[in-house]
């Protein structure tokens, strides 16, 4: 009976099996085609007759799935034993767990505490050999005894306290009039070419130029310290927000657009989103910004009703030439800046762009 006869309708025979000769298939394999032969004897016949001519591979064997395929042809591509990704097929890929996270905040961390170590190291070296006089190169440990007494004195929490509230609160105004106003220059085009010199000009200007000025204007007041800020943050805000404006595609504002949205709801529900890793740029430049604008200020601004800060407590150490003092001062203004650095925005800016695949997992 020719081959054709045997096959059922429903096409049940591989390819390779279609593709051999009518004479060439047993009579179990025949059996086996035309269903006649009940579950146990098929499998049977299955066993017995194993692959098929030519080395093909029998239906009993299960397929390779893709990536098994693929995995000998590209090592870059293959798993690990515990079935983790590796090259393009981890880029998706986010690392979770308490030990992927200890280890990034360790990548994070020990870096900069191994550079302060040999550099204290390498200073108290300098005292040990060279010997200067106390009073023109102190060592660290006296440098961290006037920390020491300036924290049982309480002027130590008085001037961090006071500097991080006025810091605190300038930046958190700086942004709620940098951003509306960077979005309305990037909205309006005639706006910004008559107003983006100026807000640059107002960048690259020091902000202690700014000093005697607030004084004639508001006087030895906390509203002094306020303005300085303002006047430091404000551009840096704008331009990252602008620059990062700069960089949405066109195609998102035409989207928005054919879905209906509005001037204002594009620039605040699209066109802000997009530009998130250009503004938190300049949020980070503006708190730069802040933070030095009010230490000049503090340092200058000293008596009448304006408070006690770390610009103030330095300004008295160096009346008092207390080399240590302005030396401590000095580190810790430095290290409460790296502080709000690695704890705020540090995070903050690898979590928008690992959420945007810029960013692999604990990198």
């Known amino acids: 009976m020719p081959l054709e006869n045997a096959v059922p309708a429903s096409g049940s025979l591989s390819e390779d099996a279609r593709s051999l000769p009518s004479g060439s298939l047993s009579e179990d394999e025949r059996s086996l085609s035309s269903g006649s032969l009940s579950e146990d004897e098929r499998s049977e016949t299955e066993t017995k007759r194993g692959p098929l001519a030519g080395g093909r591979e029998g239906t009993s064997h299960p397929r390779q799935s893709t ?13 690990r034993p515990h079935g983790e990704l590796e090259g393009l097929d981890r880029l998706q890929t986010v690392e979770i767990g308490s030990a992927s996270r200890t280890r990034e905040r360790l990548r994070a961390v020990l870096p900069p505490v191994g550079l302060l170590v040999l550099l204290l190291a390498a200073w108290q070296l300098y005292i040990v050999i060279a010997q200067p006089r106390p009073d023109k190169a102190p060592s660290p440990a006296q440098v961290l005894g006037a920390l020491g007494d300036a924290w049982q004195s309480g002027r130590l929490q008085e001037s961090v306290l006071t500097s991080l509230e006025r810091g605190g609160i300038g930046f958190v105004v700086a942004i709620a009039v940098g951003t509306p106003l960077g979005l309305l220059l990037a909205e309006w085009k005639l706006l910004r070419r008559a107003a983006g010199p100026l807000i640059s000009g107002l960048q690259v200007l020091p902000s202690v ?3 005697p000025a607030a004084i004639i204007w508001f006087g030895l007041s906390d509203a002094t310290a ?5 006047m430091g943050a404000i551009p840096s805000i704008v331009n990252g927000l602008l620059a990062g404006i700069d960089q949405v595609p066109p195609q998102l504002r035409r989207v928005g657009t054919v879905l209906g949205a509005g001037r204002l709801q594009a620039a605040t529900a699209i066109v802000l989103p997009a530009a998130l890793p250009g503004y938190l740029a300049g949020l980070k430049q503006g708190w730069a910004f802040s ?5 000049a200020a503090e340092i200058i601004t000293t008596g009448g009703s304006i408070g006690f800060g770390l610009g103030t407590m330095l300004d008295q150490s160096r009346e008092l030439a207390d080399l240590p003092g302005v030396l401590a001062t000095i580190i810790l203004i430095l290290a409460i800046g790296i502080l709000i650095e690695l704890a705020l925005f540090a995070p903050i ?6 959420r945007r695949g810029l960013l692999l997992g604990g990198a």
Do not use: D
């Open 226 to 230: 306020y303005f300085v800020i303002l």
């Open 209 to 211: 130029a700014w000093v």
């Open 349 to 354: 800016e690898r979590a928008v762009l690992r």
């Open 291 to 295: 933070w030095r604008s009010l230490m």
């Open 67 to 79: 990536a098994s395929r693929l995995a000998p042809a590209a090592p870059g591509l293959a798993q």
